[in-house]
């Protein structure tokens, strides 16, 4: 919000700026009407002018201007529409040709987790086993006492067997390390870390988890899955407090991506604590629907206790937040082959990977769940988990009949052909993260060797699916991976490298187009979210939720499309973040 500072001019130098405005609009454009709060009419609080407004209405209409007043849009239309209710006190934004549409949502995101990472030892995007422990090392030097954490290191740079704790035990021998990965399934400790955790050569490995050995049967360091578990309970629980800081840095770094509405997928009674903490305080800059971990060894509460948070829920619930869904995992990543797939892994004696929860587990707590009027998120990754996850919705609704819960499975990665067109049969959201939809070293090192080239091919059918009539929603799984939705859309429309020109395209008869992305990041996942009726579109009555970006996405070649910087984003009319330069900027209100 420290940008906003840069759009902020002073009363004096506004006012200043308005009338030399206001004389080139009257010698370049003399008959447009005036400002003329005289006529009655109640002026604007916010007005948008000079723009390219894809409104994402019904019939995705284009606009050059829209009003707000009391957060919401009093009127969407051309310069001449709009003008007559500048008054005063309006603050004019001058969009000057730029493009602006409804604020991003991110169905699938963990913000809390983000904020810790860029408040913490960040090792996103680092390309080199040298740079993490380069930067470990640093972080070391840096931070305070106690557990060093890092997070979102690169998996794809260690081979099939994980990185060693020897690496991190050259960085201390005396204080623990943990490295997270950026997917969320693999954690690297040192022997430090290990030991506090109380893993040794003894220790089995946990149900649905793996710890790697060496040679000599001890703890590599590896950790994956369930395993992970075992190291976090061993590291002091963060306080409120933390988690409040983690998650407003999360918050205000996707409000600077545009992203004004998301699903928190991974979530328990502290983080419902957190979000209305930040509420309360008046600083919650987005809407958000929060998905409740149940079972498996991710979950945050388990038993009587996660009946207990859920039955609580609406307690922490508000406007802008809802806490009516859970969050199911039924696999877990193809790194480790602990996906679950309908036909075995190559070369692993016919393992197919396990499912979280058996098949009928899954049927009765999705039958419950649905029955309870929640919606329910599920993780999926092979078309095995996939498919159960799909069976599970069916055998509700056949229970419970047609419910409005919107349920979605997210990640996607491996679908079963016959299974592509229930998800328009079913009405369950299709929630794919689809910057990992390209030919990147995860699948052509990791997953490549273990599934083979026919089922590559078929990996992430986001066009299938919406050729079969299912409903698209877009998520980033951001810090898994960038948490700029332009990276993502940019990749589902190209299936290549959104940060090169050209490369390997992973097949491209599962392109999809620039509208249909955009859809899936604001009036679906409104829908999704169940608040389409408030924002997702820019329409008379909406909440004034708005992204301006530096140029129009049509405009230009799909390479472009990531090269796009978000300028500013208005959330209920207010800006809460801001790059726009000053003199399209007349906040007379300062
Ligand atoms: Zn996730």
């Given at each position: 919000m420290d940008q906003r500072t840069l759009g902020m001019l002073t009363k004096a130098g506004a006012l200043a700026l308005l009338l030399g405005i206001g004389l080139v609009l009257l010698t370049g454009c003399a008959r447009e009407p005036e400002p003329a709060p005289e006529t009655g009419v109640e002026p604007a609080d916010v007005v948008l002018l000079n723009g390219g407004i894809y409104t994402v209405d019904a019939q995705r209409s284009w606009a050059e201007a829209a009003a707000v007043r009391d957060r919401v849009f009093i009127a969407v239309g051309s310069n001449a529409d709009i003008k007559p209710l500048v008054g005063r006190d309006t603050w004019v934004i001058d969009l000057a040709g730029r493009m602006a549409l409804p604020g991003f949502h991110d169905a699938h995101v963990h913000p809390t987790m983000g904020g810790y990472a860029l408040r913490g030892c960040n090792l996103e995007g680092l390309d080199s086993v040298e740079a993490i422990v380069e930067k470990v090392t640093a972080c070391a030097l840096d931070m305070d006492e106690g557990w060093l954490e890092g997070h979102a290191f690169d998996l794809s740079l260690f081979g099939q067997d994980g990185p060693n704790k020897s690496l991190l035990d050259a960085v201390s021998m005396t204080r623990p390390i943990i490295l997270w990965a950026s997917d969320g399934h693999n954690a690297w400790a040192n022997s430090v870390a290990l030991e506090l955790a109380g893993i040794t050569a003894d220790t089995a490995d946990p149900p649905l988890g793996v710890i790697e050995r060496d040679a000599d049967g001890s703890p590599s360091g590896t950790l994956r899955e369930t395993a992970q578990e075992i190291v976090r309970a061993a590291i002091p629980k963060p306080t409120l407090e933390s988690n409040v800081q983690a998650l407003r840095a999360g918050i205000e770094h996707l409000n600077s991506c545009g992203v004004t509405s998301f699903i928190d997928a991974w979530v328990g009674l502290e983080d419902y604590q957190s979000y209305q903490a930040i509420e309360r305080a008046g600083g919650l800059t987005a809407r958000v629907v929060t998905s409740l971990t149940y079972e498996s060894g991710f979950a945050k509460h388990y038993g009587d206790e996660f009946d207990r948070v859920l039955a609580g829920r609406r307690e922490y619930a508000s406007e802008r937040?809802?806490?009516?869904?859970?969050?199911?995992?039924?696999?877990?990543?193809?790194?480790?082959?602990?996906?679950?797939?309908v036909e075995p892994y190559v070369g692993m004696h016919g393992k197919r990977g396990d499912l979280i929860l058996e098949p009928e587990a899954l049927k009765a707590a999705v039958t419950r769940f649905d029955a309870m009027g929640l919606q329910v998120h599920m993780h999926a990754i092979g078309d095995r988990a996939v498919r159960a996850g799909l069976d599970a919705i069916e055998a509700a609704r056949k229970v419970n009949g047609r419910s409005d819960n919107r349920h979605h499975i997210s990640h996607l990665q491996l679908i079963h052909i016959d299974d592509i067109e229930r998800f328009g049969a079913l009405d369950t959201a299709a929630n794919f993260q689809a910057l990992w939809a390209w030919p990147d070293a995860w699948i052509t090192e990791l997953n490549l060797p273990v599934v083979g080239e026919e089922r590559v091919q078929g990996m992430y059918p986001i066009a299938s699916v919406a050729r079969a009539g299912g409903r698209l929603v877009g998520g980033s799984d951001w810090n898994v991976s960038s948490a700029n939705p332009l990276d993502a859309i940019e990749t589902a429309v190209r299936r290549q490298d959104a940060f090169a020109a050209g490369g390997a395209t992973l097949n491209e008869n599962e392109r999809v187009s620039l509208a249909a992305m955009i859809d899936a990041y604001t009036i679906n996942a409104a829908w999704l979210m169940h608040h389409e009726?408030?924002?997702?579109?820019?329409?008379v009555g909406k909440r004034a939720v708005i992204v301006v970006l530096d140029r129009n996405l049509f405009d230009h070649p799909a390479t472009a499309i990531n090269e796009a910087q978000v300028v500013m984003t208005l959330f209920e009319g207010e800006a809460v973040w801001s790059a726009m330069p000053a003199e399209n900027d007349f906040n007379q209100n300062d």
């Open positions: 937040i809802n806490h009516d869904s859970v969050k199911l995992f039924l696999d877990g990543v193809l790194e480790g082959e602990t996906a679950a797939l009726d408030q924002v997702g579109s820019i329409e």
